[in-house]
């Protein structure tokens, strides 16, 4: 069974910084390509990041320049290092397989404000 735990979330001010972690169990993460999503309050969950098994990324225009996805294979764990954060990037953040996701984790969440 997978199961996903993400980490790392809280409040920051406008123009900060966090990095997310996403560890996983019950799968090898360096064969499936996996992506970070977020949800705003009264939103449908999007993708923000995502990374191939190979190590190419991939990002939503809203984050481009901002966010980095990255993946620690040894510790079979994917991060999202955010940077100049905007408080229309507070959401609850997920990750999951970009194809065909898995059972969703619980998320972390951040808030960006003053």
């Known amino acids: 069974q997978v199961q996903l735990v993400e980490s790392g979330g809280g409040l920051v001010q406008p123009g900060g910084s966090l990095r997310l972690s996403c560890a996983a169990s019950g799968i090898i993460l360096r064969f499936t390509a996996m992506g970070w999503y977020r949800q705003a309050p009264g939103k449908e969950r999007e993708l923000v990041a995502s990374i191939t098994s190979g190590g190419n990324t991939n990002y939503a225009d809203s984050v481009k320049g901002r966010f980095t996805i990255s993946r620690d294979n040894a510790k079979n764990t994917v991060y999202l290092q955010m940077s100049s954060l905007k408080p229309k990037d507070t959401a609850v953040y997920y990750c999951?397989?970009?194809?065909?996701?898995?059972?969703w984790g619980q998320g972390t969440q951040v808030t960006v404000s003053s």
């Open positions: 999951n397989r970009v194809a065909y996701p898995w059972s």
